[in-house]
């Protein structure tokens, strides 16, 4: 049971455009969401993240949207950048056993195209 | 020197082997965990550990096992290696005060069992 879900394995957007990747989570107990960035051979890096009592949070070209109504959020890169190139994974954390604990995506690899 | 150190980077090994995956930290976070990556499913946790006396099985524990050996070291088992144990591994460790439940990665193991 997948409980967060990204559907698009992959993405590729033209350098300067608005990369928008989406993910989708099943659980109204998460009450925290992140996102993590990852280069070849190297570990997944924080990227942005959200609580669950706002709707958005922005960070330079980074911003990220929670529609909990839908149980969707998103995450907007603006504008886009060669760099920008890496596999994102969306994570969702919640309370189990007194402490937080974070379920990831299946990740969607973005490609930048100059 | 990196935060989150994992030993070795690659290892290829044979079905039915033992073999042992090292972690260490300089973060001085008490949270350890292990997580292994395969194409299309994201990151599946294995085991975590909130201090040296706490082992908890993730969501995918069976056939491996855990050691905290100290408040920065964490390692992981395969007690007898099979092939669908082939996959990137890697250790995160988090701070408890850390509202976000941000994780820190290392670089990953690849490892494959043939």
């Known amino acids: 049971d997948q409980q967060v879900k990204q559907n698009s394995p992959s993405l590729s957007v033209q350098e300067g455009r608005i990369s928008i990747l989406n993910c989708d989570y099943t659980n109204s107990m998460f009450d925290y969401f992140l996102w993590y960035k990852k280069y070849p051979a190297e570990g997944p890096t924080f990227l942005i993240s959200i609580s669950s009592i706002k709707d958005k949070n922005e960070d330079g070209r980074f911003t990220v949207f929670l529609n909990k109504s839908a149980k969707h959020l998103s995450l907007h890169i603006v504008p886009s950048q060669p760099g920008d190139s890496a596999v994102y994974f969306c994570a969702a954390s919640a309370k189990y056993q007194g402490a937080q604990k974070l379920v990831f995506g299946q990740g969607t690899r973005l490609t930048i195209n100059p | 020197d990196a935060d989150v150190t994992q030993t070795p980077r690659n290892r290829i090994t044979k079905t039915g082997k033992r073999i042992m995956l090292e972690c260490s930290q300089t973060k001085g976070h008490d949270r350890m965990y292990w997580y292994r990556q395969d194409p299309g499913l994201g990151l599946r946790l294995i085991y975590y550990s909130f201090d040296v006396k706490d082992i908890n099985k993730g969501e995918i524990s069976d056939g491996y096992s855990v050691s905290r050996q100290a408040q920065a070291k964490f390692s992981l088992s395969l007690e007898s290696a099979i092939p669908n144990q082939t996959a990137l591994y890697f250790c995160?460790?988090?701070?408890?005060?850390?509202?976000?439940?941000?994780?820190?990665f290392g670089q990953g193991t690849r490892l494959t069992v043939v």
């Open positions: 995160a460790t988090s701070d408890e005060n850390h509202g976000a439940a941000e994780a820190f």
